[in-house]
């Protein structure tokens, strides 16, 4: 029997305070230098250890199973998969096209890469539209507080990767810098990558879990998981 599930605000409520922990661990972690490869400083901040990128599978995989719990899984898990998978791949081909087009202007880059996630966004909700709905929430009470530590960090010069634009970056003001470093990849790619990211694990879970488990489907309404699309 499936049971019911808590709304929207409950459901991402502690995901959401960890992942502003993290944020603010990680910021904190930079500002007092400490080690590189858990905080790195440098533009982007690729690669550091802590993060709430890291997260981004986690919390889909958390939301995946309680909202299957509830009777709210999705008509095929194959098809919350197949459905991510072709926003993904509409996303990339549209950053390597930009890429190719406009190898000289990281501007003109993040203006398209805005556009495409958020139609990329817009492709992968049919596949599972209850998860995409949690994602799209938590994503935003992620994003937001980012975008509250860059505001800060870019008119105050902290020396942080969240006041960092990367070295091709044309010179600009610090409202330019925010709108173009911050706002737009933020609300946008960011974003994008949560959804996406979070439905193909979420999804890949229930796969797994039905292949341990050798049965046809999950036991709840609404929670059908067969791979076929």
Known sequence: MSVSRPSLGRLILVPALITLA??????????????PSLFNREPGGPGALVGIVWLIPVFG????????????????AGRAIGWAALAFALNTAALIATIKLFPASPVMQLGILTLSS?????????????????LLAYGLAARIPVLVVMFVAIFLGWDSH???????????GKWGLFFWTALLPQMSVWIYLTIVGGVIFGALTLVVRRLMRGDAGEGVPG???????
């Open 61 to 76: 995989i958390y939301f995946a199973l309680r909202l299957v719990r509830a009777g709210d899984g999705p008509s095929s």
């Open 162 to 172: 969240y006041a960092k634009p990367r070295p091709d970056f044309p010179p600009m």
């Open 223 to 229: 929670a059908s998981v067969s791979a076929g699309a």
């Open 118 to 134: 958020w139609l990329a966004i817009a492709v992968a909700r049919p596949g599972w539209p209850a998860l995409w709905r949690v």
């Open 22 to 35: 993290v944020t603010l661990v990680r910021l904190v972690g930079e500002l007092s230098r400490w080690s």
